[in-house]
């Protein structure tokens, strides 16, 4: 802890952003559905609203230009962060303006495309700034922080907005929402240190993704970010239709996803960041997937029916499968950040982590339900359990060949 309240000033500044980055997805994808629907909106009408959240999936693509453009004035972090935060304040006061009903659907979309985007782009530069400016074990505090505030983030921007427009209105509740980027913004104008966004000496050659693939370790590193989103996302997101198909009420899903958040952010970032000083991050990492992979073991024996669908199991796997969810953003984003601190391209390598990372988790949601109605539910649980596997088995082979590297000198991601 003394480590970050030496830096608390830039501490303060990340977590905020991180914290409002989290706002528009969470509108987007939880509270808006719920609020459209209850205006009289067709269900097929909704279906496309997940895609407000593209721009974090290839957000890749543009990260070079983050890096390689910016204002020696303002700073090289600065000068996205300041426009970028200032266009999520604008889109969440236009959005309490027009409010969010069906005949102003297609201009709520648009304004949190906006923000969405904005939010996205922000992300490059505040994990840039993070992986240029931590190390060690406060690089893995520093993503406990990343990892928990996005979730706050989220859920405050879902199930917060519903609390707030149930009991102040839709203005009062969007202007208030508002106030998380605002004072965002405010921290980078005038909390966040000025070498704290410091340049680094001039490169010979521009940020690419290109020169993320040529270093060393760069596939296993991505491998391990798509594998261990894919995961989680297989136990995570099909434990609750199954639930729902044993009989279980809407009401008793809920409670078991919200516990779940709850358990993510405070005990698996928390544990993540722990895990990591004490095991080093590769060990940390294995032990959240395993955890993956015992939370999904569980929930393929009740659908096999070796074991009784009852709250108890229900209750063990979330609690194991929000563990490793927190574990393994923790320990994954930890070994991005340590990868990219060795370049002058922070942005991008962390970015290229990220990115497949979201990846991940569009892809096993998407593919799961379609394997699930083929071979059922045994078989999507199972097919976690094996992503689980494969993933442990990454991991242990990037520890031996970064102990390898370490021996002959070269820079390692890990301890």
């Not at 030496?6 to 528009?24: A, C, D, F, K, M």
């Not at 721009?55 to 693509?61: E, R």
């Not at 209750?315 to 990219?340: D, E, H, K, N, Y």
Request: hydrophobic share 55%; proline share 3%.
């Amino acid at each position: 802890m003394r480590d970050l309240l030496e830096h608390r000033r830039l501490v303060i500044t990340i977590t905020l952003l991180y914290l409002s980055q989290g706002i528009p997805i969470g509108i987007a994808m939880d509270a808006m559905p719920t609020l459209l629907r209850h205006d009289g909106a067709p269900l097929h009408a909704l279906a496309f609203l997940p895609l407000v959240g593209l721009p974090w999936v290839v957000k890749f693509l543009w990260a070079p230009v983050v890096d390689n453009r910016w204002s020696p004035r303002i700073g090289r972090r600065r000068s996205w962060m300041l426009p970028m935060q200032t266009l999520v304040v604008l889109c969440l006061g236009s959005l309490a303006q027009i409010g969010m009903t069906v005949a102003t659907a297609g201009w709520a979309v648009g304004l949190l495309a906006v923000a969405s985007l904005a939010s996205a782009t922000q992300d490059i530069a505040n994990d840039g700034m993070a992986a240029e400016h931590f190390s060690g074990d406060t690089l893995a505090k520093i993503n406990a922080i990343q990892i928990a505030g996005v979730m706050i983030g989220f859920f405050g921007g879902g199930a917060g907005t519903l609390t707030l427009i149930g009991l102040f209105g839709q203005r009062a509740a969007f202007l208030a929402l508002a106030a998380v980027p605002l004072a965002s913004l405010a921290c980078v104008l005038w909390v966040l240190p000025r070498d704290a966004d410091r340049a680094r000496v001039q490169a010979d050659h521009n940020a690419s993704l290109v020169r993320f693939a040529k270093r060393p370790r760069s596939w296993s590193l991505l491998s391990l970010a798509l594998l261990s989103a894919m995961t989680a996302v297989s136990g995570f997101g099909l434990s609750k239709l199954f639930l729902n198909d044993a009989g279980w009420t809407l009401d008793a899903i809920g409670k078991l996803g919200m516990a779940g958040g709850i358990v993510t952010v405070v005990l698996g970032c928390g544990g993540g960041a722990w895990l990591v000083r004490r095991l080093g991050l590769w060990p940390a990492f294995t032990a959240g997937v395993s955890c993956a992979g015992a939370a999904a073991l569980l929930w393929f024996a009740q659908a096999s029916g070796w074991l009784p669908v009852s709250s108890s199991w229900a209750w063990l796997c979330t609690v194991l499968g929000s563990l490793a969810t927190g574990i393994t953003s923790v320990s994954i984003m930890t070994a991005g950040m340590r990868f990219a601190g060795g370049s002058d391209q922070a942005g991008t390598d962390v970015t290229a982590v990220q990115s497949t990372r979201d990846l991940g988790e569009l892809i096993a949601s998407s593919t799961i339900l379609s394997l699930t109605a083929k071979v059922g539910y045994t078989g999507g649980f199972l097919a976690g359990v094996a992503l689980a596997v494969l993933a442990a088995l990454i991991a242990m082979r990037l520890r031996r060949r970064e102990a390898a590297y370490a021996v002959k000198g070269d820079d390692a991601l890990a301890s």
